[in-house]
Nanobody, 125 residues
């Protein structure tokens, strides 16, 4: 049974930092990603990482402020979020692609077959 369990969300002031974690279990994955959804908006891509190669990808809106990483031994992917802005407030979702090849469309929701329950990030101005 595949499980993606996110943690680390919370309330932070603008300019502050948070680290989200996503513990993955149940099978191996080629790519893990983070998406977010703010109230009244579509869910959007934030970052992704190739599990074996460690290659990373970011949305332009978070590049330079967010860092995605993984701990292979713990089967956990992290999203370090620095210099948070009010517009970063959203529910953040971890997503996993279990296919054995790398998809070039890592930024699309439909490339991911598994999703976590989401964790709320609130940024006060």
């Amino acid at each position: 049974q595949v499980q993606l369990v996110e943690s680390g969300g919370g309330l932070v002031q603008a300019g502050g930092s948070l680290r989200l974690s996503c513990a993955a279990s149940g099978r191996t994955f080629s790519t893990l990603g983070w998406f977010r959804q703010a109230p009244g908006k579509e869910r959007e891509f934030v970052a992704a990482i190739r599990w074996s190669a460690g290659s990373t990808f970011y949305a332009d809106s978070v590049k330079g402020r967010f860092t995605i990483s993984r701990d292979n031994a713990k089967n956990t992917v992290y999203l370090q979020m620095n210099s948070l802005k009010p517009e970063d407030a959203a529910v953040y979702y971890c997503a996993a692609d279990s296919r054995t090849y790398y998809s070039s469309s890592y930024y699309l929701e439909d490339q991911y077959g598994y999703w976590g329950q989401g964790t709320q990030v609130t940024v006060s101005s």
